[in-house]
């Protein structure tokens, strides 16, 4: 609790990780049936579709508050407002992405992140050819103006798409400027630093995660 | 069950999703301890690295059969080499991808997945002006010759990255050719068949597990 600093918004504090990682998936689905015309749902129907009990999704919105009535459940848009204030995602972020390779570019021309409100407003690059360069409507620039850069333009999350051997140096270099949310691309295991969340994505392991099913169900076809 | 088939080499069938979803994170602790040098590991150690209780450790590892010792722990050596037959992951997976824009080509040159036993061998994209170019030493194919090149190729898992619009289209034809394991790049929620897993790459929710702490964090400053 002393690492993710106090709660000056009267947030609450010690909410487990493992119940922030669904809250995104909470909003989601309630996002989904607002827009099909739900009003109620009830603990058991948002269980069925996280995959979770009703009495495991009562308990992590309680973190919160108290959202539901008994015996009456959740009000669909008021808790996807109130869920949505306590994410921080009623709102943009300014987003900085390293590495402007292969990667970095359909990193950039992805289309997924602003409609979200994750805005890619600067691109730095350790290549000297690339630096200067208008790629996806950025101007590269030079990992020596990431300090500077970061705190004019009030980037709070960093994106990482540098091949693996940069990429440690690179989120060390994100965290000294005070980037405290770094989402990675590298197949690496990542080194943090207190109070900065770092995200992996990884396609290895999400592949991993299938192989199961492939050996047991078609291993005499 | 029925839905994923019978159990032709003894593999344990009607185990929770979620206890697959964690095996390749068990996988990968169990290398670097085994790199390490490490002998022996206990349900309570595994338990902290994977963020669960050392009961659901025990739980999880007792749908495959009796691996631990009252007492003594597992032996990190051949826990690994049991869980890696289990998941199929002892072996190597062909892989055709679909799509070789800028996403595509950063897939194909992402140097992560040949280590671990997945070999894109192949190749597709609809746009008639890429067929026939040599992207990442494969001669890109008309969707047209999906199907027979699956069958020839023996192509058993499908990585999607073409833009939104197509994607399901292009998941639809993967499920015709038989494909019953595709990581999808596109930021829809797929519909599947019976028996064909799909995983969603989502750099979107990655960031959203984040913005929590930067909101209750970092509010005042």
Redesign the interface.
């Known amino acids: 609790m002393v690492i993710?600093?106090s709660?000056?918004?009267g947030?609450?504090?010690g909410?487990p990780?493992?119940v922030?990682?669904r809250?995104?998936?909470y909003?989601?689905i309630l996002s989904e049936m607002l827009a099909g015309g739900v009003e109620m749902v009830s603990s058991q129907q948002l269980g069925e579709m996280l995959?979770v009990t009703p009495a495991q999704i009562r308990k992590d919105l309680s973190y919160f508050g108290r959202f539901g009535k008994q015996g009456r459940g959740y009000n669909v848009k008021g808790l996807l407002a109130e869920l949505k204030e306590?994410?921080?995602?009623d709102r943009s972020?300014n987003?900085g992405l390293v590495g402007v390779?292969?990667?970095g570019?359909?990193?950039l021309?992805?289309?997924?992140?602003a409609p979200?409100g994750?805005h890619i407003i600067a691109a730095f690059d350790a290549d000297p050819n690339l630096v200067g360069r208008v790629i996806g409507n950025l101007n590269v620039q030079s990992m020596n103006e990431l300090d500077t850069v970061v705190k004019e333009l009030d980037i709070?999350?960093g994106?990482v798409a540098v091949p693996?051997r940069h990429a440690q140096g690179v989120i060390d270099r994100l965290m000294d400027c005070g980037i405290?949310?770094i989402?990675s691309y590298a197949?690496i295991a990542p080194q943090g630093q207190a109070?900065v969340?770092i995200?992996n994505?990884d396609?290895?392991?999400?592949?991993?995660?299938?192989?199961?099913?492939?050996?047991?169900?078609?291993?005499?076809d």
Chains 1, 2 share one sequence.
């Open positions: 993710r600093g709660t000056p918004m947030m609450p504090s909410v990780e493992v922030i990682m809250l995104p998936q909003i989601r995959q306590i994410m921080g995602l972020w987003v390779g292969r990667l570019r359909a990193i021309s992805y289309p997924g992140f979200e994750f709070s999350i994106i693996s405290k949310a989402l197949p109070g969340k995200r994505i396609p290895v392991l999400s592949l991993q995660t299938m192989t199961f099913y492939l050996s047991s169900g078609s291993a005499e």
